[in-house]
């Protein structure tokens, strides 16, 4: 089966699309599928950063798609970024030979629709997977008018591609009632398959927490270390964690470290400039390779989620803090997929954006756990993840589901 891939990040890129499509795409190839790959030749993240035109990856033919490099420093660098993008890819499609089965993501937001077009044009099924749903976002948090031509556009051509669909992929039940609401699809073809973790648990730090580099690194051995791993987006509003880091910043036993890049990082360096906070440290993405002993490394992760991302957005990183097994504090909305979650964790935490006392009775409650309580909490929680988050169970779904649309085609 001939497989081709839609996703503007992919290897060695290390934002989550590029993991998670890299993942797909060499099972798939493992599987015995020939696999073709359409990405972006930029970094995600580092728009300097450019890849080759044409690569491989084992056994995975990698196209790579030219763009501008203003980055996301500025709203009219962002779009002139994504309209070369769109119009360079929708080039190279027209390039490649007919495959049996289109497999597109989200990124860029267009990314849907082209690869719906080009399905209907070689007529073969398309597979739409979801990981968020960019314009409602920007809807949503007030960077677009609901009722403006743009916002009637966007959604128009989402709809079309999810019309275009012969199976829409969504990570959560939130995200399933949300893309059946967004436009008129069977239910059966709306598939919930969650992530899984980004790293192997034999990475993961022991829960007695021994000095490890990116402590060393900090200079915070013996420190109670709170961390935020991942994107600083608009949807992962900060506030409530910066106003404990004040709250705590006379406490010589706490830091916070924030390990990303994003528009909120701009919160976390204003705050400590207004408050002149040494408690807070900021550090760049952790490579995949290291992820688990960076997320390890840390007494209690953050999962950070703004109430109107439910639906529209899930996060991944929970699956790796899960295997990391660390306790974690999901600052955001009860009625999400992370406050379903975090119900079933014995030492998953829960508070409401706004309840800072919350987050410091967290964060007390975690301080005076025993190590041998932290062990107990690791060995639960990776059961969990092997039970319902395997990465190879749920690879292997979604070939299956794969397998039996292009079989069909």
């Known amino acids: 089966m001939k497989v081709l891939i839609l996703n503007q990040a992919f290897w060695p890129d290390s934002v989550a699309t590029s993991q998670y499509a890299t993942d797909i795409a060499t099972f798939l190839a493992g599987r015995g599928h020939e696999v073709t790959v359409v990405a972006g030749r930029r970094d995600y993240t580092d728009r300097k950063k450019q890849y080759p035109r044409a690569d491989r990856l084992q056994d995975i033919r990698i196209v790579r798609v030219a763009?501008?490099?203003?980055?996301?420093?500025?709203?009219?660098?962002?779009i002139l970024d994504?309209?070369?993008?769109?119009?360079?890819?929708?080039?190279?499609?027209?390039?490649?030979?007919?495959p049996d089965v289109i497999v597109a993501f989200t990124s860029p937001p267009l990314v849907g629709l082209q690869g719906a077009l080009a399905a209907r044009h070689w007529g073969v099924p398309f597979v739409h997977w979801l990981m968020n749903v960019n314009h409602e976002m920007a809807i949503a948090l007030g960077h677009l008018a609901p009722n403006s031509r743009s916002a009637r556009l966007l959604r128009t051509l989402h709809a079309f591609a999810l019309k275009e669909s012969a199976?829409?992929?969504?990570?959560?039940?939130?995200?399933?009632?949300?893309?059946?609401?967004?436009?008129?699809?069977?239910p059966r073809r709306v598939a919930v398959v969650p992530l899984w973790p980004a790293h192997q648990s034999e990475e993961a730090v022991p829960a007695s927490r021994p000095a490890s580099t990116l402590r060393q690194q900090l200079g915070v051995e013996h420190a109670f270390v709170i961390a935020h791993s991942g994107n600083l987006s608009h949807i992962h509003p900060l506030d409530t964690v910066l106003a404990a880091a004040v709250a705590l910043k006379h406490d010589p036993g706490v830091v916070f470290a924030f390990i990303g890049e994003g528009t909120r990082a701009r919160d976390v360096v204003e705050v400590v400039r207004r408050e002149q906070l040494s408690n807070v440290y900021q550090l760049p993405p952790q490579p995949r390779e290291k992820l688990g002993s960076s997320l390890g490394a840390a007494n209690l992760q953050l999962v950070v989620m703004g109430d109107e991302a439910v639906g529209l957005a899930h996060s991944s990183k929970i699956y790796s803090i899960l295997e990391a097994g660390v306790p974690f504090l999901f600052v955001g909305p009860r009625d999400s997929h992370l406050g379903e979650l975090t119900a079933e964790c014995r030492y998953g935490y829960h508070v409401e954006h706004g309840d800072v006392h919350g987050f410091l009775r967290v964060v007390n409650e975690v301080r005076a756990l025993s190590v041998a309580e932290l062990e107990a909490w690791r060995a639960q929680s990776r059961d969990l993840v092997r039970g319902r988050f395997g990465r190879t169970q749920l690879l292997a779904d979604f070939a299956q589901r794969l397998e039996v649309l292009g079989g069909a085609a």
């Open 67 to 78: 763009s501008t490099g203003f980055g996301k420093h500025g709203l009219a660098g962002r």
């Open 167 to 186: 199976l829409l992929v969504v990570m959560d039940r939130w995200m399933r009632e949300r893309t059946l609401q967004q436009a008129n699809v069977p």
């Open 82 to 98: 994504t309209m070369s993008y769109e119009l360079m890819h929708a080039a190279t499609l027209t390039s490649l030979p007919r």
